[in-house]
C-alpha cells in the first residue's frame, strides 16, 4: 500500500472536521496521512532571508538555502565554523 502526505486544511470532503496526523482515503490501495505543513514554492532568488541562531540547525537551513541565491543574515552571539565562512 502507498502512503502519501497532503494538506488539508481540517476539513474532509464531507465536511468531517478532522486534526492533524489522520489518514485520508485516496484511490484505491492508497492512503493519504493530513500534515500541518503547508506546501509553498516561492522564487528565492535575491531575497533577504533572516536565520536566527548560529548553530547545527542554522547551518543546515543555511546550506539548503544558497543554492536558490538568497542574501541571507545571521543574527546569533556564536556561530559554527561553516556558518562563519560563508
Given at each position: ?47 533577504k532571508v533572516l536565520v536566527t541562531g ?33
Amino acid at each position: 500500500m502507498s502512503r502519501f502526505f497532503c494538506y488539508n486544511s481540517g476539513t474532509t470532503k464531507n465536511n468531517e472536521t478532522g486534526s492533524g496526523g489522520e489518514l485520508l482515503s485516496g484511490a484505491e490501495g492508497v492512503e493519504f496521512e493530513r500534515t500541518s505543513f503547508f506546501p509553498l514554492f516561492i522564487d528565492m532568488q535575491d531575497k533577504k532571508v533572516l536565520v536566527t541562531g548560529g548553530g547545527r540547525v542554522a547551518e543546515r537551513r543555511i546550506e539548503k538555502l544558497l543554492p536558490f541565491g538568497v542574501d541571507i543574515t545571521v543574527i546569533s552571539p556564536k556561530v559554527t565554523e561553516y556558518i562563519e565562512s560563508e
